[in-house]
């Protein structure tokens, strides 16, 4: 029987959560037809899970999640379908008909992302990453507040050049009706671009270069990036992509903190061979004036990720996905940021999902590991009662509403 005190209890139950990180896609992209119970699970972590994605009859389906059932990703999302969609035990044949069809029921109703976020997950706001329109507007803006990913501008060198995604900063040049004829008017447009977005209410800049790249960023030249522009992707080498890149992030990571924007970065995983958190040292050390926010608990590194804070004011740290990943990993890490970083650098962070069901697993993850690091600490007398209720929700909201203070 765990032992939660009541009062730290009601503060991770009840608090709202400041959901940092989200990508929840428009209705349109989870399916042509009607959505069925295999769309919303090929559209989530679990999917991941399963080298082949989701098999499409409900027979073949069940059959693959039998092999991944004990997996975070999948306990943390049937756990979600089992509130919303009231069943209880694992997905059978005898349910599935009858979920698939509340599910379609629930997609044809215009507002059931919207209530699962806050009638459910008990979200006030929420930060989105659209990586499959950069610019636009189909979302629920009564919950969602876009940021500008800035993936593309990284590679923008030539029209042809794209990120992980297929995205092209040319591509989204055209969209804003801006033409580029040199290097000059390509530096310009990264500029006006981001001001624009940021009068427009974006609540950050994301970088999610930890699936094109490995995070180390040098300082190249001027007239070393000027040298790659107007290049075709054929003729340029990794190593001259890795100069211009360098280039245009630091010049981004300088008008972020000009205009005040918080720069988030994906840590961890992604292209694991490059993404450790500390390959972010140069760049936190060379803007200075630039928040940065570390995503995902830098997991697998979540020890080295708790030392940047500590060594860098201007670094701040968001747990998103890590509860969701490994919830033992994440108690573990909580409790040790709580011990090793100020009480107002660690963010809860979102559900990092695709669809809501996802997202209110993920968040419902989140609040049980804030609540076990907070109840072990007062286990342990390292932690008062009072300060344990504060500390959740600094976690799981102020700390974010102040980070992102113009949307909260
Ligand atoms: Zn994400």
Redesign the pocket.
Known sequence: VKSIPEALYEACRDTLIFDT?E?MLPRARLSSESVKLTDILEHSYVSWTLPQGIPHSPEAALDALQSVRTRAFYRHWLRAMQILYGFDGDLDAHKWGEISAQVTANYETPDWCRRVFTDHARVSSAIL?QYWDHLGDDFDAEVFTPCLRINPLVFGFHPESCDHNGASAHELARREGIRINDFDEYEGFVSTLIRSRKAKGIACLKS?LAYDRDLSFASPSRDEAAKIWGRHPDDTTPRDQHVFGDYILNRIADIAGEEGLVFQW?TGLGKLSGSHPHNLIGLVERHPDTTFVLLHGGYPWCREWLSMPFNYINVHLDL??LPNISPAIAVHTIEAAIDATNPNVLCGGGG?ASTAEEAFGALEALRDVVEEALANLIRKDRLNESDACHLAHCILHDNAAALYAPIS
């Open positions: 990180h990508h990453d999610a994906h998103t996905w990092d």
